[in-house]
């Protein structure tokens, strides 16, 4: 039988890192088995703020791939204000931390960039995705966003091919998203945002959410809704839940891998970890914070400007690959979202390449959030809110107690769910 073609606009593509280029990645890699061919479109001389290489090795042999240029206005943003690179990954200053050229900058890219700075490439995409659905026949096309630009692409496509079957993949929500409201909108801009995303949940077939609580947002937005997680790939032998993962580790080491900016920094940890390194000398012999990616400088100088001081590891920016094998020599994996309850629907990408290592996770964000939800099914740790103090204290020395006597690896359960082959027959059985 012949496989069903899908169309897949996406800006993130290898060599193009991060969490956000792993969904469809992997969703390509292992559609053939459910009787799917993919098609790639993609910018052909992209902007990202993360690139690894590593992620190449994931892209299928003969697997199609069109590309065509996009114009952005970001290397010019760069020029003006070094600190716009941020924005590229939905990263801000915020409160004291802003320059007015921080300001203008989010100022513009609000309200000139509707939904953002990727929207050059909607027109020329539509012009040549049309000749190309006239020559070719595919079965679904699914847009991916942030950029949401990109589902304007889907939106204009499905206007003029009203047969064609649309997906449109939300990995982030789009007004929902906690920085959002951080993008300074006038009334005009807001109701302009808030109309395509409506036209957007309107006229696709399906919105694919990373989570329940958007799921559930989405539908009461209009959408038909479906939850497809992110999840872990069991061919990255690391990753593989039924190798047993043996730490090297002969310090007690808490990780974070990742990005983290100041809107999701856990300021109670950071005081909870100081006053047991002041007060425990036990664990302040044994411990060391780990950081692997990109930490904002002012974390890292507050942090620096405690008794943690010396207890820091800051690794820096690492492949996908060194990543991973970061997270398995850890005793402990960190994990954060915003504080707001409106993030509590975000699930990072990174929490299922945690859950696949069978280690420990500490989590910062809303009471209720969807991770909390996830930890608890799986046993795999605990999700505190940032107003938490005392509790963390009392968790991180049990986790130490245990580690010490060496049965910190608990048996999580329930995480094959969770694997992208997995995930992608449930998007096989959607399609």
């Not at 290397?75 to 690179?85: R, T």
């Not at 026949?137 to 949401?148: A, E, F, L, Q, R």
């Not at 990408?349 to 964000?365: D, M, N, P």
Request: proline share 5%; hydrophobic share 35%; net charge positive.
């Amino acid at each position: 039988m012949e496989s069903k073609k899908i169309l897949i606009i996406t800006y993130y593509w290898p060599p193009a890192g991060g969490p956000g280029v792993q969904r469809w990645l992997k969703f390509a890699k292992y559609l053939p088995e459910f009787g799917w061919k993919p098609i790639i479109f993609t910018p052909e001389n992209p902007s990202y703020p993360l690139l690894d290489e590593s992620l190449m090795k994931d892209v299928p042999e003969n697997l199609e791939i069109i590309k065509t240029k996009i114009w952005e206005p970001y290397q010019l943003a760069e020029k003006l204000n070094k600190s716009n690179k941020k924005f590229k990954a939905g990263q801000f200053d915020v409160g004291n931390n802003q320059s007015w050229k921080s300001k203008l900058s989010i100022w513009v890219r609000g309200n000139f960039f509707i939904p953002d700075a990727r929207v050059f490439w909607v027109n020329p995409s539509v012009k040549f995705l049309e000749q190309y659905l006239k020559d070719n026949k595919i079965d679904v096309v699914v847009t991916s966003g942030p950029p949401h630009s990109l589902h304007l692409i889907g939106l204009q496509l499905k206007k003029k091919f009203t047969d064609l079957k649309w997906i449109a993949d939300f990995r982030d929500p789009w007004t929902e998203i906690s920085y959002y409201k951080h993008l300074k909108l006038t009334n005009k801009s807001d109701k302009k945002h808030r109309q395509l995303e409506s036209e957007v949940f309107k006229n696709a077939d399906i919105t694919l959410a990373t989570s329940y609580t958007d799921a559930e947002n989405f539908r009461k937005n209009g959408a038909n809704a479906v939850c497809i997680t992110n999840g872990f790939d069991e061919s990255d032998s690391a990753n593989n839940p039924t190798i047993k993962k043996i730490s090297t580790e002969t310090q007690f080491t808490l990780s974070y891998i990742g990005v983290l900016e100041q809107l999701r920094n856990p300021e109670n940890l950071w005081k909870a970890l100081n006053d047991l390194v002041k007060t425990n000398s036990d664990f302040a012999e044994k411990f060391k914070l780990k950081f692997v990616g990109r930490i904002d400088d002012k974390i890292l100088q507050s942090i620096e400007n405690s008794s943690l001081k010396k207890h820091i590891e800051n690794l820096g920016y690492l492949s996908h690959d060194k990543a991973i094998d970061k997270m398995s020599n850890s005793s402990m994996l960190l994990i954060t979202n915003f504080p707001n309850p409106s993030s509590k629907g975000i699930i990072p990408g990174k929490i299922f390449e945690y859950l696949a290592t069978g280690k420990q996770i500490i989590s910062f964000g809303p009471s209720e959030a969807d991770v909390s939800k996830i930890l608890t099914e799986t046993k795999a740790g605990k999700h505190f809110s940032y107003e938490d103090s005392e509790t963390i204290k009392q968790f991180i020395l049990e986790k130490f107690e245990l580690w010490k006597s060496g049965n910190l690896a608990e048996n999580t359960q329930n995480i094959e769910q969770f694997s992208r082959r997995n995930l992608t027959k449930q998007l096989s059985e959607i399609l």
